[in-house]
């Protein structure tokens, strides 16, 4: 069963805001169409997280908790990465939820 889920897409988010993405050489995925910026607006943060998780197309995945959206990019990956949003920087981690915890 298919269950709809109401997203705001912002397609250049990280690109113009993110001073990793502005500094990078080549344009970012977000440049080349391959990422999207997605506000869930009916459900919390973490169950979309799930939900864009359980989407194994999807291998970059960054969390900004502070604005609530989550980067996702399509990059030519074998494995997914992971990343939280703190203070316009992406930070690498395991568990991007897990850092609200320890924040
Ligand atoms: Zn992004």
């Known amino acids: 069963m298919r269950r709809k889920l109401h997203v ?3 397609f250049e ?3 113009r805001h993110n001073p990793v993405e502005a500094r990078k050489p080549k344009p970012g995925y977000h440049a080349r169409g391959l990422a999207a910026d997605l506000v869930p607006l009916a459900v919390p943060l973490r169950a ?3 939900v ?3 989407e194994t197309r999807i291998k970059g ?3 900004d ?3 609530g959206y989550i980067h996702v990019d399509v990059r030519g990956a074998a494995e997914p990465v992971f990343w939280v ?3 316009s920087r992406a930070v690498v981690t395991a568990d991007p939820l897990q850092e609200v915890a320890y924040g």
Request: hydrophobic content about 50%.
């Open 8 to 10: 705001l897409i912002q």
């Open 13 to 15: 988010v990280c690109d």
């Open 48 to 50: 979309f997280y799930e």
């Open 52 to 54: 864009v998780r359980a």
């Open 61 to 63: 995945i960054g969390v």
């Open 65 to 67: 908790h502070a604005a």
């Open 85 to 87: 949003y703190r203070n």
